[in-house]
């Protein structure tokens, strides 16, 4: 009996070992071009330039109580300065005015900037406080102080009723806002303490 004697085949070449390639993952979008052709995005220039009149940039901003508030107090001081109403502490007035209107133009830049932080999603998104509110809202305290003002002028334009006492009495305008401030903080304290299911503070 004969055994033929086979040749192996031949193996196939091993070919040489290749790492994989890394895919690389798709670019994530910019995310400060997410938003570039949004309407509602805010110039953080722009807010800075217009706050040159104070409460300018408030208003582009959004802040329209704010802004009120803002040229309310400008007018107060350029009224007070040019009735002569002080004596001998004219510099701090004026310096406290510059640094007003400083403020007014680093807040409208300030206010700007979050807001578009809003609509980039790095904060949570909320409409100015302004803006935000219900249509037909009013203030009591401000409607109360524009009739008051507007009837002392009556007075005086119609019945030459002097307003020389003005001038002694103004500082209590101050007397009664810091008043009205320190109101709304313990309504503010006391909403939020009812809100987190504590009892009010005594007084």
């Known amino acids: 009996m004969t055994t033929e004697y086979q040749i192996p085949q031949s193996m196939p070449p091993v070919p040489p070992f290749q790492p994989p390639v ?5 670019p994530a979008p910019d995310r400060r071009d ?3 052709h949004d309407p509602r995005r805010k110039s953080v220039k722009w807010a800075v330039v217009l706050g040159l009149m104070p409460g300018l940039g408030h ?3 959004g802040y329209y109580r704010e802004a009120f508030r803002n040229i309310a107090v400008v007018c107060i001081i350029l009224t007070i300065l040019s009735t002569n109403m002080i004596h001998r502490v004219e510099a701090p007035v004026v310096m406290f005015l510059f640094f007003f209107v400083l403020f007014n133009l680093v807040d409208a830049g300030r206010r700007a900037s979050l807001y578009n932080q809003a609509l980039d999603g790095l ?3 909320d409409l100015p406080e302004d803006m935000a ?5 009013g203030s009591l ?3 109360v102080a524009l009739v008051a003002l507007g009837l ?3 007075m ?3 019945f030459n009723v002097s307003l020389e006492w003005l001038g002694r009495w103004w500082p209590m305008a101050f007397v009664a806002g810091g008043a009205w401030l320190i109101y709304l903080d313990r309504q503010a304290k006391q909403a939020e303490q009812a809100r987190a299911g504590n009892p009010p503070m005594p007084d």
């Open 141 to 143: 305290v401000g409607g």
């Open 123 to 125: 904060r949570p998104m």
């Open 152 to 154: 002392l002028f009556f």
């Open 59 to 61: 208003v582009y901003v």
């Open 34 to 36: 997410r938003y570039v």
């Open 22 to 26: 890394p895919v690389a993952p798709p």
């Open 133 to 137: 509110l219900t249509p037909g809202r």
């Open 156 to 158: 005086n334009t119609m």
